[in-house]
């Protein structure tokens, strides 16, 4: 089946501009992550959809940054006033319930440049 | 603060060693273990997971792990340059949804 898929794959942007990046897990998988990631660093958790339940959004780093998930499915991280510090790969994963023992599935990412 | 610490290499071996990559974790309640590999430009894809103590082998790669020294090593045997990539430590413990990822080990495998 189709894994998950990640919009726009590539996106360039002015610094003070926001962004909406979109995500869409695999089908029938009710957790949904998204992940920063910067060159040479490892993953940063930002923020954690289990399905219709209150996310968790201890790992978003400023009151920029936040993220919804519509109908338990697609979910947009939403970058407001964008800084060039913000310059990273975004990556979204799914599992199918947030079990501790599931393997997450990535998306290709969203590469963003805030020049 | 759960911590998940790897080398960052670049650990370089030549086409056909073994490649030895490890991690070593803070959270001695952790119980599920993760090995990704991610190639440059590209996301992470699981290469295996292993919950028990001991070895776990599938194929050319075989993870250890060892919760009283609290690491967790993958071993690939005759290394293929197409091996070259990051491979990213992830831990995860019971009850808890959201893993804690090492910074990677990038590996290069020359001809």
């Known amino acids: 089946g189709a894994g998950v898929s990640q919009s726009p794959s590539n996106k360039v942007t002015e610094k003070g501009k926001d962004v909406e990046l979109r995500c869409d897990p695999i089908?029938?998988?009710?957790?949904l992550y998204w992940y920063r990631q910067s060159l040479g660093q490892g993953l940063e958790f930002l923020i954690y959809?289990?399905?219709?339940?209150?996310?968790?959004k201890s790992g978003l780093p400023s009151d920029r940054f936040s993220a919804e998930r519509t109908g338990g499915s697609v979910s947009t991280l939403t970058i407001q006033r964008t800084q060039q510090e913000d310059s990273a790969v975004y990556l979204c994963?799914?599992?199918?319930?947030?079990?501790?023992?599931?393997?997450?599935?990535f998306g290709p990412g969203t590469r963003l440049l805030v020049l | 603060q759960k911590e998940v610490e790897q080398n960052s290499g670049p650990l370089s071996v030549p086409e056909g060693a073994i490649a030895s990559l490890n991690c070593t974790y803070s959270?001695?309640?952790?119980?599920?273990f993760f090995w990704y590999r991610q190639y440059s430009g590209k996301s992470p894809e699981l290469i295996m997971f292993?919950?028990?103590?001991g070895d776990k082998e599938d194929g050319r790669f075989t993870a250890q792990l060892n919760k009283a020294s609290q690491y967790v090593s993958l071993l690939i045997r005759d290394s293929q340059p197409s091996d070259s990539a990051t491979y990213l430590c992830?831990?995860?413990?019971?009850?808890?949804?959201?893993?804690?990822f090492g910074r990677g080990t990038s590996l290069i495998v020359h001809p």
């Open positions: 994963a799914s599992t199918p319930d947030g079990h501790f023992q599931e393997t997450q599935y």
């Open positions: 089908s029938g998988h009710t957790a």
């Open positions: 959809f289990q399905g219709n339940s209150a996310p968790d």
């Open positions: 959270d001695r309640g952790s119980q599920s």
């Open positions: 292993i919950y028990s103590n």
């Open positions: 992830a831990v995860n413990r019971r009850g808890s949804y959201i893993p804690t």
